[in-house]
């Protein structure tokens, strides 16, 4: 398999209400790839717009922590009665 960059989990933009991973592709879509795609073990990030594709190197450990689904776990808040 031919990737066009291998790119650290650190320069992906995270966002957290779709639970997705982004990076710019050079056609100036995306490069997309989901938290529950890395968990398990998955590390290829595709444009949907070009057949480009991407490493992410990472280490599961090191992902935001949440449920199976991708969900992460809202801590709780206090409200003033």
Request: charged share 25%; hydrophobic share 35%.
């Amino acid at each position: 398999m031919s990737f066009y960059d291998e790119i650290e989990i650190e320069d992906l933009t995270y966002h957290e209400s779709t639970t997705l991973y982004t990076y710019p592709c050079p056609c100036g879509d995306q490069f997309e790839i989901s938290l529950s795609d890395l968990r398990d073990g998955e590390e290829v990030a595709v444009c949907p717009s070009c057949s480009l594709m991407i490493k992410v190197i990472f280490e599961v450990d090191n992902l935001p922590k949440g449920d199976r689904d991708g969900a992460t776990t809202a801590a709780p808040v206090a409200v003033a009665a």
